[in-house]
């Protein structure tokens, strides 16, 4: 006789069962046994309840996890359903797991990220980031400028240790916690960070949550001085390791906070105690430093 998938048949999947059935109870929260499985329909109507709760709840916690987990699991039908629309674009099998894989890294921001209270449809909230995050796994593939091998790792590799330490520390890792944490030194993890925001793109009109915002929902294009003079850099800022080191001890905390921190010039400004145009002018000076060397050494 088939054993049909839901039934548990291990001790240890009745234990996990058990503890997750607690959890729920202590979260306020029912009790879902194979988020993935829920329907799209009953998804959305689950996952308001969910983001209720996860606004109430302690970070860290095991109810935490419990709300937060099952939100990504009842939502991966948005991941696959955004990754088949690049199926034409997948060479195999297994880079249609890769699309779903960073997929759900874009699943995983969105849902970290959403605020309930401003009426955003989740699904409507979460397209984006899911498409840009697999619009990004093709552009490390196809860009002109060859990423090497080693960054592409690295850059994977910081991401899930971040996500490991912000849950242990309840805060960003420093420099310094991430090195640890991988076992590398940190001129190796800034290098990592740097060549990685090379390949992020964010909505600029995406809200602004950070620590500088004023609670009034602002976009980032409401707060950038100006055009971001790093544009035209990103594709060779993975190159100019070397010429980091020449830098100031401000000047690389600033390209730190800008590219490996991935802060906006507001909140730079606001950690520096210095005016956002003043921000803009030493990104730019410091740009053209680091173009002039990349020139020179060409």
Known sequence: ??????????????????????????????????????????????????????TVLDEGTGEY??????????????????????????????????????????????IDRFDLTRGTEFPTFAVPYIMGEIKRFFRDATWAVHVPRRLQELRVELAQAKERLVNALDRDPTVAELAAELSISEEEVIEGLVASNGYTAGPLDAPDDGPDSDGEGRSLTDVLGETDPALELVENIHALGGLLHE????????????????????????????????????????????????????
Not at 30 to 42: I, M, R, S, Y
Not at 84 to 109: H, P, S, Y
Not at 282 to 298: D, F, N, P, S, Y
């Open 1 to 54: 006789m088939t054993t049909s998938p839901a039934v548990v048949d291990t001790e240890e999947h009745v234990t996990a069962g058990a503890e997750g059935e607690s959890l729920a109870m202590d979260a306020g929260l029912p009790w879902v046994e194979e988020a993935a499985k829920v329907a799209p329909q009953d998804a959305r109507a689950l996952s308001k309840l969910f983001f209720e709760r996860l």
């Open 65 to 110: 996890q419990y709300a937060r987990n099952t939100l990504i699991e009842m939502n991966l039908a948005l991941v696959r359903f955004v990754a088949g629309r690049f199926r034409n674009r997948a060479g195999d099998t297994g880079q249609m797991e890769d699309i779903v894989q960073v997929g759900t890294i874009g699943l995983i921001k969105a």
């Open 247 to 298: 830098l100031d001890e401000r000047d690389r905390r600033i390209l730190h906070m800008r590219f490996g921190q991935e802060m906006t010039q507001s909140q730079i400004a606001g950690e520096l105690g210095i005016s956002q145009m003043h921000v803009s002018r030493l990104l730019t000076r410091i740009l053209t430093r680091l173009r002039r060397g990349l020139l020179a050494h060409g």
